[in-house]
Each structure stands twice: as C-alpha cells, then as structure tokens.
C-alpha cells in the first residue's frame, strides 16, 4: 500500500493506518471518491478541479 498525504505529517500516523489496514479496520472505500488511468488523467484532473459529479479525491493508477 502506498500513502502519500498533503497538507499534514502523514508520516507521524503511518505506523498507526498501516496497522489499522493490516488488520482489515481500514474502510479504504472512503479514501477516493473517483479512479482514473494515467491516460485518462487530463479529463479526470479537471473533473477533480471542479469538482464534478462529487468528486472529492482521486486516485489516479497506470
């Protein structure tokens, strides 16, 4: 799993949501509102930009 934060140390509860993840207390379901591809990326930015259709995070995977 691969946790990047913004706006906060997200490396003092590292330890803490790893363990959470581990023994399956994690909802990762909350974590991303929206998934796109890389190639789907510009599209998928804007809609995060404005937040279209909800979109509140994103994640975006190869």
């Known amino acids: 799993m691969t946790v990047r934060?913004?706006?906060?140390?997200?490396?003092?509860?590292?330890?803490?949501?790893?363990?959470?993840?581990?023994?399956?207390?994690?909802?990762?379901?909350?974590?991303?509102?929206?998934?796109?591809s890389l190639e789907d990326g510009t599209r998928g930015y804007d809609i995060l930009k404005h937040k279209t259709d909800g979109c509140l995070r994103a994640v975006f995977a190869p």
């Open 5 to 36: 934060t913004a706006q906060q140390h997200g490396q003092a509860d590292m330890d803490r949501l790893l363990t959470h993840a581990q023994k399956g207390e994690l909802n990762r379901t909350c974590l991303a509102t929206h998934r796109f």
